[in-house]
């Protein structure tokens, strides 16, 4: 059974970087074609998606956001770690990590989120 | 960036109604198009990826169609579980990139 799970603060500063741990169970990073991604969802609106990591410790982001992310991965732990600099109020969002189903950039399994609010 | 056009923003059903949601690219996606369902307070729930093939035990009574930018979730008789957030959301894979739509909001009349 695939879960996984967000943690991180839930109140950040103007400024200030985010970082967010996606701890997961039910499959290994070490296997070839599994990757986990971050997406997440202001209060109200859509989702966006963030960033992915694979299973060969390829990284990918979304390019309007790529200069402040960082996402990177400890196999050993089951764990997956997302940056996420110069935060704003406008980064207020629920923040979720999702697992991949192979092969498509769609996500079959989520984390329940976790809401970060940006503010002084 | 592509992007996704989800329409009407805002259905109002009786249970046990036909509903049909669509969704439109700005630019082809060919079947790179999957269907979430989310409900308050929860995280989004894969329907739909490949334009219509339903995801692991995901009920008959929904179904996906379409291709290149125009795409349609068709659920056959609307259940009370069913009220929720419909997102459509596009990929690329590679490079990766995702856009989800706006979201249709399936509302009991």
């Known amino acids: 059974q695939i879960t996984l799970k967000e943690s991180g603060p839930t109140l950040v500063k103007p400024t200030q970087t985010l970082t967010l741990t996606c701890t997961f169970s039910?499959?290994?990073?070490?296997?070839?074609?599994?990757?986990v991604a971050w997406i997440r969802q202001p209060p109200g609106k859509p989702l966006e998606w963030l960033a992915i990591i694979y299973w060969d410790d390829d990284k990918r982001y979304n390019s309007l956001l790529r200069s402040r992310l960082t996402i990177t991965k400890d196999a050993s732990k089951n764990q997956v770690v997302l940056t996420m600099t110069n935060m704003d109020p406008v980064d207020t969002a629920t923040y979720y990590c999702?697992?991949?189903?192979?092969?498509?950039?769609?996500?079959?399994?989520w984390g329940q989120g976790t809401l970060v609010t940006v503010s002084s | 960036e592509i992007v996704m056009t989800q329409s009407p923003a805002t259905l109002s059903v009786s249970p046990g109604e036909r509903v049909t949601l669509s969704c439109r690219a700005s630019?082809?996606?060919?079947?790179?198009l999957a269907w979430y369902q989310q409900k308050p307070g929860q995280p989004p729930r894969l329907l739909i990826y490949?334009?219509?093939t339903r995801a692991t035990g995901i009920a008959a009574r929904f179904s996906g169609s379409g291709s290149g930018t125009e795409f349609t979730l068709t659920i056959t008789s609307l259940q009370s579980e069913d009220f929720a957030i419909y997102y459509c959301?596009?990929?690329?894979?590679?490079?990766?990139?995702?856009?989800f739509g706006q979201g249709t909001k399936v509302e009991i009349k």
């Open positions: 630019q082809s996606v060919n079947s790179n």
């Open positions: 039910g499959f290994s990073l070490s296997t070839s074609g599994l990757s």
């Open positions: 490949g334009a219509s």
């Open positions: 999702a697992h991949r189903l192979l092969r498509d950039l769609v996500f079959d399994y």
């Open positions: 959301q596009q990929w690329n894979n590679w490079p990766p990139a995702a856009t």
